[in-house]
């Protein structure tokens, strides 16, 4: 359902491996329980969806920021997943992919993320340096970049988002139900328990990205 319950759970990077189920214990640390948060919008079909839940999902952290997951539910999860994307030969966010209980599989590759990033990013700047020739003088200003001004974004001039790359690192997955193009419901947000996981270690990456992409290029040599 398209309402946010509870605060953002944050896992230490001295834990490895959390759980996420469908029990009550609120300690938090490596476990994050979903029964035990309450929500008073909770509708029939999210109070039907979490009582099979369960055990949920493990997540397990490797080396600098890879990302594996087990289903221990008795039914199954599904995970948007670039990296499940690129392996099933889908375009980039096309697939919901469903993970069978019992199953023990790779979701999140940093390094494949980095240069997803990398790779938009710098695609973003080209549009800006060929934009910025079509309009070469036509913004004056002080520092202005060949007739577009600094206030103009790498991304924005391009009609790319933050967002758009904030998504490449996050998780997102559904409990029971799955949503997308093969599911009669269209978003994740129509499903009855879904969460986001975000990671860390990417979003750090991508700073450095973002901060990389608005360095102004050095003047030519005259």
Sequence with gaps: MDVQVGEMFKVQSSCPLVTVDGYVDPSGGDRFCLGQLSNVHRTAGSHRARLHIG???????????DVWMRCLSDHSVFVQSFYLDREAGRAPGDGVHKIYPGAYIKVFDLRQCHRQMQQQAAAAQAAVVTQAAAVVGAI??????GGIAPAVSVCSAAGLGVDDLRRLCIVRLSFVKGWGCDY???????????????????????????IHAQKPSPEPLT
Excluded at 140 to 145: A, E, I
Excluded at 195 to 205: I, P, S
């Design 55 to 65: 055990r949920g999902v493990q997540l397990e952290c490797r080396g600098e920021g």
């Design 140 to 145: 004056p200003g002080p520092n202005s970049v």
């Design 184 to 210: 009669p419901r269209q978003s994740i947000k129509d499903t009855p328990c879904w969460l986001e996981v975000h990671l860390h270690r990417a979003l750090q990456l991508l700073d450095q990205v973002l």
